[in-house]
């Protein structure tokens, strides 16, 4: 639980927030719930059906989609895409990462004294696998379900190039004790409140219409700023979807990746809930009942949101304190993939990793997610390159320790592809 004293300035925010919508309070508490009823009705069927809930398709047939089920993808804001990679090649980029790790044994991850996630961004398999062309081509896809309402045209925004985040990659044992990464949200904590550009991006919800919430509307995300406080491993770029790229087999109950399949709804609460409090205890059989909520803005604390010593973290929902979500019931895990196989998960989706592995061999996967071409995405890539071919760590994660280096490194003669070069921020070769 939270221990330090949120600062009262934020009994102002919330007030600022609010004080933009006429008749906030009414309007607030009838959508509220609204929502709540909606959360009733929606949850019951996610854990009712469970990973068959999560939409699958293959990689060759995402421009054969028809419109309904590419609603039902961004709806649920989570997709399997089978079959991007071949297998062969996928596993053979599982062994070299097992090579490079043997290879370099004072390689940063954890846990300590077992590392199976690691703090590793430039090895040659993962250059390989983000300079896949497939890969690339899912990422554009996927950019490309975002849209601007007004349809005005933006500057340095092209949603069909494709641009690379580099990220690290995880091999996870068979057994129980994984519990790094409960419920959250990446991509801003406190910001997605006190960011006035983040903030856009809600702006529905925050004032009495959740349902007409878009979280593909673009326009908002191109100046949220999701690092207010420089926290490091707080990605400062805009991911249009997270997601990873799989290199074994990892079925429901094999420390495979869980999210809550439905977005806007998600999104509504999680915004929402700093606004309303119980009037009975947390623990009561009623928590659930809307008559047990009422509109509050007279404390400082968002519910979720962590204060750390460095900034804040989170969001990070809890069947304590996000009851309606009802997460132990509804963090549904993915289907069962196989090597090439990716997931991806859009970036405002709560996501969790299972605590125990069952299965028999490594689940192995590298976080790679989709991000478009914007101004502050190119201008990333940019510094991004440079470190690169510098072979240190990327701007938006902790720096190795000094003098540090690696046996296995990718290098620039890795990314052929223009396509890749171009994701990647490094200069074209000219015939």
């Not at 071949?86 to 990462?97: F, N, V």
């Not at 707080?234 to 809550?260: C, D, K």
């Not at 196989?341 to 970036?347: E, G, I, N, Q």
């Not at 101004?375 to 940019?382: G, R």
């Amino acid at each position: 639980m939270q221990s330090t004293p949120w600062p009262e300035r934020f009994v102002d925010l919330k007030r600022q927030i609010v004080e933009a919508t006429p008749d906030y309070e009414k309007r607030l508490t009838e959508s509220w719930k609204d929502l709540l009823g909606e959360l009733n009705k929606r949850t019951a069927e996610i854990a009712q059906v469970g990973p068959d809930y999560i939409p699958q398709v293959r990689y060759e047939d995402l421009d054969k989609l028809s419109a309904e089920e590419v609603d039902v993808i961004r709806r649920k804001g989570t997709v399997v895409i089978k079959d991007v990679v071949d297998d062969s090649e996928a596993r053979a980029w599982k062994t070299a990462l097992d090579d490079f790790v043997k290879a370099n044994p004072h390689v940063q991850g954890f846990p300590e004294q077992d590392k199976q996630f690691f703090m590793l961004y430039w090895t040659r398999p993962q250059v390989q696998a983000r300079a896949h062309p497939n890969v690339l081509k899912a990422s554009a896809w996927l950019n490309k379900q975002y849209h601007v309402k007004s349809g005005k045209p933006l500057e340095g925004v092209d949603l069909n190039v494709p641009l690379v985040y580099a990220d690290r990659f995880r091999i996870r044992h068979p057994g129980p004790g994984w519990d790094r990464f409960p419920p959250h949200v990446d991509g801003g904590a406190i910001e997605r409140w006190e960011d006035e550009s983040f903030r856009k991006c809600y702006a529905e919800i925050l004032s009495g219409n959740w349902r007409a919430h878009d979280p593909y509307e673009l326009e908002g995300r191109l100046d949220a700023r999701s690092s207010l406080y420089g926290r490091p491993g707080q990605a400062t770029i805009f991911r249009s979807f997270q997601g990873w790229l799989a290199m074994s087999e990892a079925a429901p109950t094999q420390g495979t990746l869980r999210v809550f399949p439905d977005l806007v709804l998600s999104n509504a609460y999680t915004i929402l809930r700093p606004f309303f409090r119980p009037t009975v205890p947390l623990d009561s059989e009623d928590i659930l009942k809307p008559e047990n909520w009422v509109f509050d803005i007279s404390t400082p604390d968002f519910p979720g949101i962590l204060i750390l010593a460095d900034g804040f973290s989170g969001p990070r929902p809890t069947p304590e304190l996000h009851p309606h979500l009802r997460l132990e019931k509804t963090m549904t895990s993915v289907p069962k993939v196989n090597p090439g196989d990716m997931v991806f998960w859009h970036c405002d989706v709560v996501h969790s990793v299972e605590q125990e592995h069952t299965g028999q061999e490594d689940s192995a996967v590298m976080y790679i997610g989709a991000v478009p071409q914007t101004p502050m995405n190119t201008e990333y890539v940019k510094k991004q390159a440079e470190t690169f071919l510098a072979g240190i760590n990327p701007p938006d994660f902790v720096k190795d320790k000094p003098n540090t280096t690696y046996v296995g490194l990718g290098v620039d003669a890795d990314v052929k592809e223009r396509i890749a070069r171009v994701a990647m921020g490094l200069p074209i070769q000219v015939a």
